[in-house]
């Protein structure tokens, strides 16, 4: 993507949520309680999803309320909660293995209705990133993280960056797409610590030249 | 992919920062792909066996009281079936609700021709072993609006409010992921993968993805409804399942199908 | 038996064209069920297309071919009115013609 594309794509975005929140007025939270109990009514139990899905926590609620476009005070407020919830490894390694992190970031199975409680979540990573200059499928919601290596350098602090933005990315953007990985228990410390590898890691695809 | 292409785009990326701009390019050759390929089987769209089974289905009578649904109204009178999806989801006076296609059809099959309605959603989508009544009744419906214009009303009190609250939904972010429909559909020229996402705040977007549902899926071999494309979205999602043709699914369709108000309805749609 | 194709045939300068779209499974018989029984091969063998009883187009048909199959071809001669049957028989022995005539 060019520089001009990003821009052209900034500018919609910012349009878009300005359109929208014109549209939506002052928030009605009487329409708003009712769209929620219908939600709440119409989901059910399917396979590992349980309706209690459906319940937001506290962040969820702010985003879907502003359109993830909240409040200066509150985003801070909502991303220093998330921050203080992430959980460092206790051995103080960020870094695992490039080439498990490279299967977990191709896989983009986990937590639907139609997997098995055993069947082990993906990273969904090429999903929204570019990655590896050899895998050509990869979507465009998140930013290309192709070279990212190879820009940030590793540094103990670059790592520990890392891990905590694939732990909790809202920790850093309150209403950011990403999904929270470790806060929500989709992946394991050892995963987590094999995607920074596969993102920082000379050897890894990522950062081939 | 051929081997050239596929090299030539890595001597790009490896030593400029235009790399992205060439897997772009790539990107717009492979849709072009499948709309070739989409062009060149359009007039051959097996949906149209799922609309002619719904036809039969329509005409013939059925269910305990052996009646057909040939006096249902659909929102333009009884039996009037022409144009009448592209003027839902609509509001109904005989049960004061707002009900989409599907919705609605669950209403005639079940006071017309008396089948229980929980024999209908135990399983309202078609499968591999099995096709669904109600969806080749929808995919028959459909059929019916092709070419008339999108003109969903939002005039009375209850439609407006199904508008805002599928909007309210459509924004709703939960589930392990935190996703909404809004986080894949809310911004304009992404893709998960290769697969372009429309976004569904635009009236562009909204139009031709609205405008191309149900539509046979070449990759599942059926055709599919609206409901199931919303329920498959909620799969996706991570959330639990949407209970067919329930009040949620239909404000969000109502959502949907308001945005996409003005363009001609072109479905049964066909999709990989 | 099977369920019904859909032929559309026109003329023009000539050369008639004709479009099937025929309604099978066409299972390959490598694909497995979720537990892990065999789903059996049933698939459309050959395709043979007739006009005023003239064969026009006969085709071998197997595994590679997709569900509920699409057949454009184009054939000299051919006049609005005439008559094309397109007929199919799968590996069960099971077989289906349908007609169709020919528009200006």
């Known amino acids: 993507m060019n520089a001009k594309h990003i821009i052209g794509m900034v500018m919609t ?27 709440k009514r ?41 921050a203080k919830e992430i959980k460092w490894p206790a051995d103080g390694k960020y870094m ?12 983009g199975r986990g937590m639907t209705w139609s997997d098995k409680p055993e069947d082990p979540a993906g990273g969904n990573c090429y999903n929204c990133h570019q990655l590896s200059a050899k895998e050509i499928s990869y979507g465009t919601i998140g930013p290309s993280l192709r070279n990212y290596g190879n820009k940030k350098g590793m540094k103990e602090e670059v790592q520990r960056s890392v891990y905590g933005h694939i732990y909790n990315a809202k920790a850093y953007n309150a209403c950011a797409n990403m999904p929270r990985f470790g806060h929500m228990g989709i992946l394991s410390e050892a995963q987590m610590k094999d995607l920074v590898a596969l993102l920082l890691d000379p050897e890894s695809p990522v950062n081939a030249k | 992919m051929n081997t050239d292409k596929l090299a030539s785009m890595l001597l790009v990326l490896a030593f400029a920062a235009s790399g992205a701009v060439q897997a772009e390019e790539k990107a717009v050759s492979d849709s072009e792909k499948i709309e070739q390929y989409r062009e060149m089987i359009s007039d051959g769209n097996p949906a149209d066996f799922d609309e002619m089974r719904g036809e039969e289905l329509w005409k013939k009578p059925g269910g305990p009281k052996q009646a057909s649904l040939e006096k249902c109204d659909l929102g333009k009178g009884a039996g009037v079936v022409k144009g009448a999806y592209a003027e839902l989801p609509r509001y109904f006076k005989d049960t004061r609700m707002v009900q989409d296609l599907e919705s609605r059809l669950l209403t005639c099959m079940t006071t017309l021709q008396g089948i229980p309605e929980e024999e209908i959603t135990a399983k309202p989508f078609a499968s591999d072993k099995k096709p669904s009544d ?76 609205y405008t191309s549902w149900p539509a046979y899926r070449v990759s599942q071999g059926l055709t599919r409804s609206f409901q199931w494309r919303l329920n498959d979205c909620f799969r996706q999602q991570r959330f639990p399942e949407p209970k067919f043709a329930s009040e949620a699914t239909v404000a969000l369709t109502m959502f949907l199908a308001v945005n996409a108000n003005g363009a001609e309805y072109a479905g049964p749609g066909l999709k990989r | 038996m099977g369920n019904p194709m859909k032929i559309r045939a026109s003329v023009k300068d000539g050369v008639t064209e004709v479009k099937v779209l ?22 459309i063998t050959e395709v043979k297309v007739q006009h005023q009883g003239r064969t026009v187009l006969e085709a071998q048909f197997g595994q590679s071919i997709s569900k509920n199959p699409y057949l454009l071809f184009h054939f000299k001669g051919g006049a609005a009115g005439e008559k094309v049957a397109v007929t199919w028989v799968d590996n069960k022995g099971d077989t289906r013609t349908d007609e169709a005539t020919i528009a200006a």
């Not at chain 1, 476009?69 to 985003?75: A, C, I, R, T, Y």
């Not at chain 2, 459909?142 to 209850?158: C, D, E, L, N, R």
Request: glycine share 6%.
């Open chain 1, 96 to 107: 695992g293995d490039w080439k498990a992190g490279e299967k977990l970031a191709q896989s």
């Open chain 1, 13 to 39: 975005v910012s349009l878009a949520t300005a359109s929208a929140s014109v549209l939506a007025g002052s928030h009605d939270s009487k329409l708003e309680a009712k769209a929620t109990a219908i939600i």
């Open chain 2, 134 to 209: 109600i969806s080749s009744l929808a995919s028959y419906v459909v059929g019916q609006s092709k070419g008339i214009k999108m003109a969903v009303s939002t005039k009375h009190p209850k439609e407006k409010e199904a508008y805002q609250i599928g909007k309210l939904i459509f924004n709703y972010r939960a589930g392990p992921y935190d996703f909404a429909c809004s986080t894949c559909h809310g911004t304009s020229g992404s893709r998960i993968r290769m697969q372009d996402l429309p976004n569904l705040n635009t009236k562009e977007d909204a139009q031709t993805a």
């Open chain 3, 22 to 43: 025929m309604q099978h499974e066409m299972e390959t018989g490598l694909r497995k069920e979720a537990d892990g029984t065999l789903v059996p091969a049933w698939f």
């Open chain 1, 42 to 82: 119409d989901f059910r139990d399917k396979g590992i999803a349980k309706a209690d899905r459906v319940n937001q926590d506290a962040l969820q609620a702010a985003c879907s309320k502003y359109e993830d476009d909240v409040p200066d005070k509150l985003k801070a407020k909502l991303e220093a909660a998330q």
